[in-house]
Nanobody
Framework: QVQLVESGGGLVQPGGSLRLSCAAS????????MGWFRQAPGKEREFVAG????????VYADSVKGRFTISKDNADNKLYLQMNSLEPEDTAVYYC?????????????????WGQGTQVTVSS
């Protein structure tokens, strides 16, 4: 089993930046891809970005492309999400997720492990 712990959320003004981190522990050798999802009040959980754990492939939702960057540190088993030019619409709880399957997935059901989430609020 893989355990995931997110950090780095907070309150930021529109146009600002935040960097989210996710620390993985446990059976990290089973991870082949990881992703960030978010869920706003009253909305379904949605895919934000994904990255292959064994290659350099990345995938982004159209809504964050050009503003967010997903990255990883395999040696430390950490995942990151650099968020720039934040908008009020980015306000949500952000979740880190890991999957055993080889390919980056955009559907939450394809991920095996989840963190507890970290709140990001974009407001003036």
């Amino acid at each position: 089993q893989v355990q995931l712990v997110e950090s780095g959320g907070g309150l930021v003004q529109p146009g600002g930046s935040l960097r989210l981190s996710c620390a993985a522990s446990g059976r990290t050798n089973t991870i082949n891809a990881m992703g960030w999802f978010r869920q706003a009040p009253g909305k379904e959980r949605e895919f934000v970005a994904g990255i292959s754990w064994i290659a350099e492939s990345t995938v982004y939702a159209d809504s964050v492309k050009g503003r967010f960057t997903i990255s990883k540190d395999n040696a430390d088993n950490k995942l990151y999400l650099q968020m720039n030019s934040l908008e009020p619409e980015d306000t949500a709880v952000y979740y880190c997720a890991a999957k055993k399957g080889l390919y980056i997935a955009t559907m939450a059901a394809q991920y095996n492990s989840w963190g507890q989430g970290t709140q990001v609020t974009v407001s003036s």
